[in-house]
């Protein structure tokens, strides 16, 4: 790591991606800052809260196992909870998989450790603008390292502060408007816009569905309409022309 | 805490910490051994607008479970006057900033007037 980081094209790249995630940080401020508070109010002492929150970087899946740790649930009851609450980031990961293949798995693992929503998203739009570009690797430390640290401040911030955050102010919010201009670019095209509607949709009918498995299926889904309605859209525009 | 002990809470953050890295690094690290269709590749490009859509749209519309069209869900006109801003320009920070603005708008005056 310490030769990337002496090599100032490696550092250039990492540099920028540290920039493009910066103006993401109120949204995550305000969720690491919720996901704190969650953590002190389930019952956790300040010292497991703390542990919880440095190594299982993993906001919503931490939100699910909370009421199951404070319910003495069985371990495996939580860890499957956890998975399948994660399940996103197996077609995340198969998205992004064939752009980083040239990459160790030492680097890989870290890099999908602190992987996200955040950067999944920004790097498959950049990748769509600019297509592969050079230094992968050093943009998502960069994206995902900034992104680890403001979710951390903000996280510890909630779990010392616990009793003087007010969490119905409805401050989580800030962390769903920060996803909004992600979707923005790809729903430009006929295709995408249809996909994310119909996945939105599923995900809002399954909304109550356990394990968040409503969000998996309307991932599902709406790829799958993208998809139709892609092909449908090219067959025209071969038709036409 | 009633009921968890400190190593039950151990175990619980393991069981978090393993499930976390194996859905998310665990893709990437199969990427040997596993070579997926061309059909699979060209549909997971549309993934990102599928799973964040996914995850925004039931916070706007139905942030208590179920489809909430009303004034009293401030949500729904704050993330619209967000989505219009960024139409217009693609800033996170303006976007951010402007849908809390009217979301405080809307929580206030539905609080104020009983909307």
Redesign the interface.
Known sequence: MRRLWNDPAWRAEFDRGAREML??F??ILAWGLVTGVAMVKS???VK?AL??SL????GS??LA?LP?????AP?WV??LT??AT?????????????W??QYS?RR??L???L???FS??MF??RL?KEGPFQYRDAWLFGVTSMNWLIWQVASIAGIVGGAFIPTNW?LQ??G?????????P??RSW??AS??????????MG??WPYKS??LA??VV???V??VV?SFASAGAEARS | ????A?S??????A??????????????????RLS?SR????????????????????????PS?A?DLSLGN??WP??LA??VF??WR????G???I??GV?LLF?LQSSVFGL
Do not use: K
Request: charged fraction near 10%; include cysteine.
């Open positions: 103006p993401a109120p949204g019952g956790l002492s497991l542990l919880m190594l299982a970087y993993a899946a931490q196992a199951l740790i404070a319910a003495s371990i939580i860890g956890a998975l994660n399940m996103r980031f197996v077609i995340y990961g198969a998205a992004m998989r064939r980083l293949t798995a890989l693992s890099l999908g450790y992987s996200g929503d999944f998203a498959m739009n769509e409805g919010f800030a769903t408007l920060a996803l909004l201009p992600l979707v923005m790809s729903v295709a995408g996909g994310a509607l119909a996945a939105g949709s599923v995900s809002l909304s109550a409503g969000l309307g991932v709406g790829i799958i993208a998809t892609d | 805490m009633n009921g968890a400190t039950e809470v151990l175990l619980a953050i069981s978090l910490v393993l499930a976390t890295y194996l859905t998310r690094a665990g893709m990437l690290l199969v990427c040997d997926l059909h699979v590749e060209a549909a997971l490009r549309f993934a990102p607008a599928c799973a964040l859509t996914a995850l925004v749209l039931p916070e706007v519309l139905g479970g489809l401030p949500r704050a993330a967000s989505a960024l139409l693609n800033n996170m920070l976007g951010i900033a849908g809390m979301y929580s």
